[in-house]
């Protein structure tokens, strides 16, 4: 009976616009009437402390927190790129800003986002007085700074690497600078600057949650959303309504994978170097549905003598310069002045910060933080000797097994990118009960975001380790640890490297709100570095937000120097594969 | 034929020199030293150098890709600052934008010059119909082989309609019989006479394909690069290979490019005068050592004992190995080097050494390559006396790369050294730790030093 009332599907190829357009036109419907929707909200009226957003716990108001907290990351994704674009194009395009602008990154990155929080957040609200956006900005910018830096040296990375040929070509046949950028430069540093996206994007969800509800300055500012949600849930010491918003975010998650990186992921296929074509391209089935439809075609043939003018426009306002007039010893000159010019900068600002911290706090309190900071430190290095110890043999395991490894990887994508402040207060709750102390349960705070990353590593490590090698293995006899000796630890060393980098990164970061962590009005405290700046930030002590922030990325900076660069190097001579 | 306005210069190169800064700002390496060089409409000139010499260097500055250090480029009789518009060149390696299309990888420099879309589809198809590729203006660069990807690179210089082609070693990436095909249908075109450029430049490093191609051969000389001289090609066009001159040309240009200290007059039927012994260098970490491994040389020699009793025709070996001029080249200079064989005229020649290196086992032969490099290699009797000077007889690998470093590029430098360290370990004049980056006396030796009173 229902039968008869659908069109068979050879009906549907006779009409005009095909199911795939009809799916299209709705589901473009459906964006923007939720974009319209969840955008209103932002619009509200706050003026603290007497007017602030409640929170209703009811888990049929989720979706609507969900929505508004998925809207914050795309609007810092977007702005992610555009920063992403600019920043890299000019530092790839100018030796002497990137002479700045590539340290400058390197030391962002190293940066706790979390610790910014405070300062974001006032200058923002001072920004947009008397309405929502100041906080939703603050918001939006904490994501940002969590996944710009590494988008932003991929896609620097990408610059600097596009095939000399083809960059002599571009320039031979007299290629503008718009059309160079969109033609070859932007196309070149695609798939990187997706794939590097998409996991800052997963490691996003960490910050969203952790920004919408904060106590800085001792005002507490709540921003509709899920993380908000999830503070409310905590306060009121609901674990019924914690399983509502883990699940949620669960969700969220999946779908915008679904709908939003698998599409864009299967459509950069074609922006592969690689001159043969692929064996496994990547696939979606949203991105098939859009290439069925007829509608996006149809509407880009009507678009292109828009773009076209537009495009020559861009080409006219960016004629390819001339690249013959170099004066070399000149250049050495104003070279020599430009860096004499950068270390005055440089020790002015150490110096300031040095007679800042100084008058304010003084050399105790920087000893102090110093030995707060080595605890933290500690801890990272227990959290990733422990992580290795069990998820290493679990992903070469993994990894040596084709099918389980096609099976398990988005799974522990999917984990890598969940939240981990979604089961802290599950964590907590244990904690509390169990009387186990904080300063050893920030461990496994800390463990449960950034362990992902030495799992995810170790798997695609072992899945590099070739077929003939392993064969040779088991042919000569190796068994056991001198398996283990001779060919895995070798063979995943450079990915263990990668995810190691990764998962101490995270775990800085995340010390800010593992080490102190609430249930109700009961609050546990370890003793670290990441108590410290979240105390100084709660109660707007600058000189200490200022110590605190400084020493963290003194110690990351460092131990990326001092530990993970060697390491790296080991890995890229030694135990190339 | 095609209309020759003959002697108007199109490009030319006067008095160039190149030199790049080394790394960590350790000085300059030069590159090309007082290049001049002309291209006139209606010929096709070919610049013959081995991998290393500048070719590719030279041919980027006269297309204005990067400046030359001294001296200018004349594009038309003025002056080139930036790209050289009148010139479109084919890539080694395609250089195609893989996520472009056949037609829009054409329609590139179209594009870029404001042609409008209509009049750009036009001239692309025309193009992409001359290269035989008409069918597949919408495939992508993957989905085709080597050859066909090659014959775009070919559309989209052709499609601008240059004064000039240049191509950089064409046809060196593909296989060999797509490389001969491509290679026809280019010479055909040529002959025609509806070649959509008034000349060609091609680089490359192939000698036949050099003498079958061009009107003219301008030999390269290697360290820094210069011009040795050129060999005009006096064959009717298309250059009949069973020509017995063509024979003599290659054999000529082989002969020349054997021996890098000759003269290369271009006068082929004069043959050219036996090769001088090279002056001794000063300082025996000047020496340059061809980059070839032992297994490489000495199998090298068996071939020619075995199916030449001793005496070959370089061409004929290089022919028959499938071997290129890069490949061979170095192989020729070691074995000449350690007197293993006598290289002359094109015509290589075994010594009584070189049998008896070819022919016995593998400890004799180990003998004997220790015995030649002790007569001929100043380099390692040089290192193997610095090891026996020293108490525990070993050396940094440093210290041996530092005096290289006084006469080669940093690069080069590395080069000459892994080659000494791969000869001496052969020789079992020294050893090698990787690790500790050291070089040390084998023990025996050691012990017998130490015995020696110094
Ligand atoms: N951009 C560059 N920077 C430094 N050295 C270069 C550069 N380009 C080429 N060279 C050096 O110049 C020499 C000649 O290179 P090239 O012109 O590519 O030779 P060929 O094409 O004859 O093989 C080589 O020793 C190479 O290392
Ligand atoms: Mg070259």
Redesign the pocket.
């Known amino acids: 009976m229902l039968k008869r009332t659908f069109p068979s599907p050879e009906a549907l190829r006779r009409l005009p616009f095909g199911l795939a357009d009809v799916s299209v036109i709705l589901g473009t419907l459906v964006l923007l009437a939720l974009v319209a929707r969840l955008g209103a909200g932002t619009l509200i009226s706050f003026h603290p402390p007497d007017i602030v957003p409640s929170i209703d716990l009811n888990p049929h108001h989720l979706p609507y927190y969900a929505g508004r907290s998925t809207l914050r990351m795309f609007i810092a994704l977007f702005c992610s790129t555009v920063f992403t674009l600019v920043y890299g194009y000019i530092a790839a395009h100018s030796r002497r800003a990137a002479r700045v602008m590539i340290p400058l990154l390197d030391i962002l990155q190293s940066v706790p986002v979390l610790g910014f929080l405070s300062i974001t957040v006032t200058g923002f609200i001072a920004l947009f007085p008397g309405s929502l956006l100041g906080l939703e900005a603050a918001s939006v910018f904490a994501i940002f700074t969590s996944q710009v830096w590494n988008m932003t040296f991929s896609f620097y990375q990408s610059l600097r690497t596009v095939p000399n040929e083809l960059s002599e070509a571009a320039t031979l046949y007299q290629l503008s600078g718009w059309q160079r950028f969109t033609k070859l430069e932007v196309p070149s540093a695609t798939i990187g600057l997706l794939w590097n996206a998409m996991m800052s994007f997963g490691g996003g969800w960490f910050f969203v949650a952790a920004s919408e509800a904060i106590s800085v300055l001792n005002q507490k500012y709540t921003l509709p959303g899920i993380g908000s949600y999830l503070a409310a849930a905590i306060v009121a010491e609901k674990p019924a309504a914690l399983g509502w918003a883990a699940l949620t975010i669960a969700i969220v998650i999946i779908l915008v994978d679904q709908l939003f990186w698998r599409p864009l992921i299967a459509w950069s296929d074609k922006f592969r170097m690689e001159q043969s074509a692929s064996a496994e391209a990547p696939e979606s089935w949203v991105y098939d549905l859009l290439k069925a439809a007829r509608i996006p075609r149809l509407m880009g043939n009507a678009l292109t003598p828009i773009s076209e003018t537009t495009n020559r426009f861009l080409s006219a306002l960016t004629r390819p310069r001339s690249t013959l007039t170099m004066d070399t010893s000149r250049q050495t000159k104003d070279d020599r002045v430009y860096t004499l010019l950068l270390l005055l900068v440089i020790g002015a600002l150490a110096v300031w910060t040095l007679h800042f911290i100084l008058t304010t706090v003084g050399l105790a309190e920087v000893a102090k933080t110093f030995g707060l900071g080595l605890l933290t430190f500690l801890r990272v290095t227990v959290l990733l000797i422990v992580a290795t110890v069990i998820w290493t043999p679990v992903g070469v395991a993994i990894g040596f097994n084709p099918k389980l490894a096609r099976l398990l990887q988005p799974v522990v994508l999917f984990l890598a990118s969940f939240p981990a402040n979604f089961i802290f207060p599950f964590a907590t709750l244990f904690f509390i009960q169990t009387h186990i102390s904080l300063n050893w349960g920030s461990i496994v705070l800390m463990a449960l975001g950034a362990q992902w990353y030495i799992l995810f590593n170790s798997i695609a490590g072992a899945q590099n380790i070739p077929t003939d090698l392993r064969e040779m293995a088991a042919d000569v006899g190796l068994k056991g640890w001198k398996r283990w000796q001779k060919l895995i630890i070798p063979g995943i060393f450079s990915s263990w490297v990668t995810g190691g980098i990764t998962a101490s990164g995270g775990a800085w970061n995340a010390s800010i709100i593992s080490e102190i962590v609430s249930w109700g009005q009961s609050t546990l405290t370890a003793t670290g570095l990441g108590s410290y700046i979240a105390q100084a930030t709660e109660v707007g002590d600058w000189p200490r937000i200022t110590l605190g922030i400084a020493m963290m990325s003194l110690f990351v900076v460092g131990l990326n120097r001092l530990f993970w660069r060697q390491l790296y190097h080991l890995a890229e001579t030694k135990y190339h594969l | 034929m095609k209309p020759m306005l003959a002697n108007e210069s199109l490009i030319a190169a006067q008095h160039v020199s190149k030199s790049?800064p080394l790394p960590e700002g350790k000085g300059e390496?030069l590159?090309l030293r007082e290049v001049s060089l002309t291209v006139r409409s209606g010929e096709v000139v070919s610049l013959l150098?081995?991998?290393?010499?500048?070719?590719?260097?030279?041919l980027r500055i006269m297309a204005g890709l990067i400046p030359p250090s001294q001296g200018q480029v004349f594009s038309n009789g003025k002056p080139l600052r930036g790209a050289n518009h009148d010139v479109a060149m084919v890539f080694q390696s395609f250089a195609l934008l893989p996520w472009l299309t056949v037609q829009e990888n054409v329609e590139l420099g179209l594009d870029a010059r404001g042609v409008h879309r209509e009049e750009r589809r036009q001239r692309a198809l025309k193009a992409i119909d001359l290269v035989g590729l008409d069918g597949f203006e919408s495939a992508y660069p993957k989905e085709l082989s080597g050859g066909m990807k090659q014959r775009v690179g070919f559309a989209r210089a052709f499609v601008l309609q240059p004064q000039v082609l240049f191509m950089d070693e064409p046809f060196s990436a593909l296989d060999v019989l797509t490389a001969e095909n491509l290679r026809g249908e280019i010479d055909d075109l040529w002959n025609a006479g509806t070649f959509p450029s008034q000349s060609i430049l091609i680089?490359t490093h192939n000698i036949e394909e050099a003498v079958f191609l061009a009107d003219r051969v301008i030999i390269?000389g290697s360290n820094p690069?210069r011009i040795r001289g050129e060999v005009v090609i006096d064959l009717p066009r298309s250059h009949d290979r069973a020509h017995p001159h063509f024979k003599e040309l290659v054999d000529y240009i082989y002969t020349a490019m054997t021996n890098p200290e000759l003269k290369v007059t271009g006068a082929v039927s004069a043959k050219l005068p036996v090769s001088t012994p090279p002056v001794a260098p000063v300082s025996p970490y000047a020496q340059h050592l061809p980059h070839v491994r032992v297994g490489g040389i000495s199998g090298l020699l068996e071939l020619i004992v075995e199916s030449t009793q001793g005496e070959a025709d370089v061409y004929q070996v290089a022919d028959r190995l499938r071997l290129t001029v890069d490949d061979l080249l170095p192989l020729l200079e070691a074995a000449d080097l350690l007197n293993f064989a006598e290289v002359t005229q094109g015509d290589i020649k075994l010594t009584a050494s070189g049998r008896d290196f070819a022919t016995t086992t593998i400890l004799r032969s180990k003998d004997l390559f220790r015995q030649q490099i002790l007569e001929h290699v100043p380099m390692l009797v040089s290192m193997v006396q610095t090891l026996r000077e020293k108490r525990n007889g070993s050396m940094r690998a440093d210290f041996f790369l530092d005096l290289l470093d006084e006469h080669f590029?940093h690069?080069?430098a590395e080069r000459q050294f892994a080659t000494a360290v791969d000869w001496g370990r052969y020789a079992e004049l020294f050893e090698y730790d990787a690790s500790e980056d050291r070089i040390y006396l084998p023990e025996s030796v050691t012990a017998v030093s130490s015995e020696e009173p110094s």
């Not at chain 2, 150098?49 to 030279?58: E, F, P, Y």
């Open positions: 790049f390496h590159v150098g081995r991998s290393g010499s500048g070719k590719s260097t030279l680089v390269l690069g590029p690069e080069e």
